[in-house]
């Protein structure tokens, strides 16, 4: 197991910066989950760790020891691709040896390696077949098997679900959970699929534009976003976000939304004076239909069983979607009154930074 720290690390490609000045702290044993959209330096990042991409500014620090001047066979950490890279000519068994022959480990200990990477991922039987004899779970988990056999400090995924299909990928991640569970090793996992990660890691990083927007445990993330990119980033369907003023009825805080509706948060404080500008969120699941502040005209509905996905507009033409549980009748054209619990709602200021978030949020979400 490794500790990895980042210190101001800055990357740049032909002088245009794209990771600013990075301080980061992976603990030692943990799941960390880089997530972020396409372009904004997770596997950049993951990539300089790795030793693959040199470090343009800053230092990489394994263990308390600088390693970013290191070749990366030096640095003691394994590498799982979104492509397999898996040897074509070679057997399972072989690939799985390659790298250890190379370090010209003995046979006994290469044997035990493979044998023992073989039983962790239930393989043993998969051992003799050629690559392309594979399905695609399969080669995943022998790309995984040539990194357990290396005993790492630490594990680095990258994006290595993404060519899966649905139903293998929610597998997958059941397994590298268990997988986790086992050897307690560092595991660092980047994705763009906000769901992998608050399914996956004890701590998510959220990036955006290779800088770091928050660090925290799901819970934490979903609950109380710092900032509006990370409160819309995570959640599906993301956060509503509608646009409005502060204004104070009887010292108590209200929002008046741009249709003119007030929405009453007398349990919150926040030191914007009135007529400010803010942006209320609330997440399409804290949503419920009937009495409630907000009127709204549907639009169009997705039925999932479990869940009906209302996708509504309000009187200003703010788009408002709701998450109802079950089945429900809505039709196109239909008004419908929706309200939500005062702790559910986010309150955010002009610049996009959390305010006055709610005292009662772990009683509300932790049950």
């Not at 819970?219 to 976000?241: C, D, S, T």
């Not at 005209?297 to 009187?315: D, F, N, R, Y």
């Not at 196109?332 to 305010?355: K, M, P, Q, R, Y």
Request: proline fraction near 4%.
């Amino acid at each position: 197991m490794a500790e990895i720290e980042l210190k101001s690390v800055t990357k740049s490609f032909q002088g245009l910066e794209v990771i600013h000045g990075i301080n980061l702290a992976i603990h030692e044993g943990s799941f960390t989950v880089f997530v972020g959209p396409s372009g904004c330096g997770k596997s950049t990042l993951l990539r300089m760790m790795a030793g693959l991409e040199e470090v343009s500014g800053g230092e990489v620090h394994i263990d308390g020891q600088r390693c970013d001047h290191l070749l990366p066979s030096a640095r003691g950490m394994a590498m799982v691709f979104q492509s397999y890279a898996l040897y074509p000519h070679m057997s399972v068994a072989e690939n799985l040896r390659f790298g250890l022959e190379n370090q010209r480990l003995p046979k006994d200990e290469i044997a035990a390696r493979v044998a023992k990477a073989a039983n962790i991922l239930q393989i043993e039987h998969l051992l003799a077949r050629r690559t392309n004899q594979l399905s695609g779970g399969q080669s995943q988990r022998v790309a995984i098997g040539r990194a357990i056999v290396k005993e790492p400090r630490a594990f680095l995924f990258d994006e290595p679900l993404s060519n899966l299909d649905a139903e293998l990928r929610v597998t997958m991640r059941g397994e590298l959970i268990s997988l986790h569970k086992r050897l307690g090793s560092t595991m660092i996992y980047v994705t763009h699929d906000q769901v992998e990660a608050m399914t996956m890691a004890d701590t998510i990083v959220v990036l955006s534009e290779g800088q770091v927007e928050q660090v925290g445990s799901p819970v934490e993330l979903y609950a109380r976003p710092q900032n509006a990119f990370v409160a819309k980033f995570l959640g599906a369907p993301p956060m509503n976000m509608l646009n409005g003023t502060v204004q104070r009825v009887d010292n108590r805080l209200a929002v008046t939304l741009a249709d003119g509706t007030k929405i009453p948060l007398p349990g919150r404080q926040i030191a914007l004076a009135d007529g400010s500008p803010v942006t209320l969120g609330i997440r399409p699941e804290h949503s419920h239909a009937g009495d409630g502040p907000l009127e709204v005209q549907v639009e169009t509905t997705e039925v999932l069983g479990s869940q009906t996905i209302i996708h509504t507009a309000l009187k200003s033409g703010e788009p408002f979607t709701a998450a109802l549980t079950g089945i429900r009748g809505t039709q196109s054209g239909d008004t419908l009154s929706i309200g939500f619990h005062e702790d559910f709602v986010h309150l955010f200021d002009a610049t996009g930074l959390a305010i006055g978030a709610s005292e009662n949020w772990r009683d509300a979400y932790l049950k």
